[in-house]
């Protein structure tokens, strides 16, 4: 028996109603089966093709019951009623029957009529049960339109969990080593939360920690099995949100915890002595509802009538889901023979045949279009070609191709995807100079080439054999690293292996051997850290001076030689003019000296005060508080006084730049540097135009006196603006402007109460925003959210 989720125990809990304190019953009773068709227009299709219902549709519904009739008398009458609406009682006339015995009136051929927004199946007793349904229905017409959306509902989430555990079980008996890496993909396929710790467990037990541990959400069948906190939906799908709380229900769906007291109270006033109404939910097979119960069926009183939802009926234009391309800037090679297309944003793809006929059209030079079948893979999180490989003989270099199919009726088109077709030839190594590949060290390289998205494998041929390497592509190039840590030096070949392409390609190595040395060290005055310059100095341990201990820094590669950085833990009493020794520790134990003349002080400044002047905004104007923060168009004006040694000269400069690195400016004396004498300088620039419109975030300065840079110290934080053309409040409000992806949230409130949030890489121009509040909004901006902004309106 397959594990139940209990969740739709929940569900059962407000169809027949219990004591406060009992467990909801799990759905473990197999009951009947309906096989049910749907016709639109001159197509027809199996339920298990069919989202959603459209006004005209033609549905033929019967039951697969036992013919004959029982001893006592009693048989099953099939029931099909439309709902129009929670307050609308629907006509009678909308309300239909067939005789289960009879096989000539067995099944019902109706047709969904114009207003109906459900349609709603019962199995009813014979004896006076369809007038029952229908003045129950009638009566309160609400309380089973509630009922029949979270059935529907129910029967979704409930395909996506047997979707995975089908996918874990089937693994667990065929390849159980492959539940580490393939549980991941099943996982994000169909949007559940899976339990990491699992996948620590040896191969044998994963199985069995992801379907049955007792610690988090109950899953039952009646059998007592239980489901971790395995199966859980995505943050994005609230639908799928689980709560264990005790109010809860200890393991229902939270949106769900609401819905059942709801349906508890409203169904609750159904109950009588002739007929209770228990729920069943459907395990969809082509044309085949398989109805599971959660109570077995009573011909006594009170009767049990079973209730089954049907897909809800659309209106307007039909919806077809959003599909979304996985790795969006990455293309596909075409040449690859288990061709994958990912994507995301559907879980239903995969656990429901609602989407079907799927296909990728790729469009040939000629303008021409070959249609590929395809098939979802959820343990590939995308799809698969049915076919090994594809022919790429006449594709062009890069090849635009869409995914294709129908949802339900309707056509729909998926993402579009880049294929690449593998090329010979044309891949050499980049960025890396030769003289900097020695052995004893790992060396990260990167190889540029035609496809990158085609490479099969890359291995390093040296004389002691092959070494397979892994890499990794971005846009056009791959990255990888020659593990040369126990390599001799001498020649070495990379061999890159591309899709489709018989001959590896080779490039020419040479593996160095470098004597570390050291070629000096450069101390200043009243510093706690130096920097030595040599190479091979990644294997520097220590450093000391006059007993004064230094620890090594990250090494930088400069020109052909190293730089490394070492810091004491306090700066060393050291006189400008004097001539130490210093004595270093290579991590092998060796000892190495170098002579060092401690140079001048470097140049100390600190900052006095700073002010912005910001230009006037052509629309609504963003002021940002203070001078903490300065947008991308403003000028900064701020004074230095010189501190110890340090005097200001006319040669003198100053450096500005953002501390995440990138470009920085230079603000030399007469073009933005004024020195008011040997103690002040002012300096006033433009940020965001020497730095470029991408510039953002923190800024720092130094001062930079006879080529010798001080210290980096903050100034401010660089944001840019979105330029916000107006306020629109009719109904709702709504911000219109430029570049609104630089607005992290817009508030009515500083404290950002009830805030609304700009999605990242949002490209429209206006959205909806709370209404502001004593003619004020206030923003945080994506650069430095830290910092609030304000808006002043009219609204």
Known sequence: MMLRFLPFCALAAAL???????????????GPSLRVGVTHGTTTLPIAQVPRLATGDRVTIAADLPTGKRDDGERYLLVAGFLRGATEPPPRSWFFKAETWKAKKATIALKV?????????????????????????????????????????????RARLDAFLD??????????????????????????????????????????????????????????????DTLVGAPTDLALQLSATPAGG???????????????????????????????????REDRMALLLNAAPSFASPKSVMVVAMPVIETGTPQTPTLRRAEADRLVCAAKPDLVLPVEGAPLIYATKFAHDMSLRVTTPQGGVVELP?????ERSGYVLDQVGMRTTGLSAVTDATLHGRWGFTPFDGPRFRLQVPSAGGWQMVDTDPENLVVGRDNPVALAGPTPSCVEAVTLVGASGEAPLAWTTNGDRIGLTLPLGKTAPGKLTLLVKQYGIETSEKIALTALAEAGRIDGLTLYAGDTAGTLAGTRLDLVASMAVDGVAFKPGEVMRADKGDLLGLTADAAPNFAAGQTKTALVTLTDGRKRSVKVTVAAARPKATLIAK???????????????????????????FSLRAEGTTRFAAGDSVEIGAVAGGPTMTVASGRGLTVQDERIAVISVEPG???????????????????????????????????LAGLNCAEACTLAGADLFLIESVAANAGFAEAARVPEGFTGSSFAVPKPVGGMLYLKLRDDPGVTATVAVKG
């Open 374 to 378: 395809v098939q979802a893979n959820a």
């Open 250 to 284: 200890l393991g229902y769906y939270s949106p769900y915890i609401g819905v059942v007291r709801d349906l508890a109270k409203i169904f609750g006033a159904f109950q009588s002595t002739q007929f209770r109404y228990i729920p069943a939910l459907a395990r969809v």
């Open 16 to 30: 027949v109603p219990a004591t406060a304190n009992a467990d909801p019953a799990p759905f473990d009773l197999t």
């Open 689 to 723: 135009k020497a730095l470029g419109v991408s510039a953002h975030g923190p800024l720092r300065w130094r001062l930079v006196q006879n080529g010798v840079a001080g210290d980096w110290v903050p100034l401010t934080s660089l944001v840019r603006i979105p330029a």
């Open 113 to 157: 009529p114009e207003g109906a927004r459900q349609l709603v199946v019962f199995l009813v007793p014979d004896s006076g049960g369809f007038d029952a349904v229908v003045s129950a229905v009638r009566k309160q017409p609400g309380a089973f339109v509630r009922a029949v959306q979270d059935l529907d509902q129910a029967s979704l989430d």
């Open 167 to 228: 996918g874990i079980h089937a693994l667990e008996r065929t390849r159980p080593e492959r539940i580490e890496a393939v549980s991941p993909l099943l996982s994000r396929s169909l949007a559940v939360k899976l339990k990491a710790e699992c996948l620590d467990l040896t191969a044998d037990l994963q199985a069995s920690c992801l379907t049955q541990s007792r610690e988090s959400l109950l899953l039952a069948d009646g059998q007592s099995s239980t489901l971790a």
């Open 611 to 637: 002010s912005v002047i910001a230009p006037p905004s052509p629309g609504l104007a963003v002021t940002l508080a203070g001078v903490t923060a300065i947008a991308q168009d403003a000028r900064i004006t």
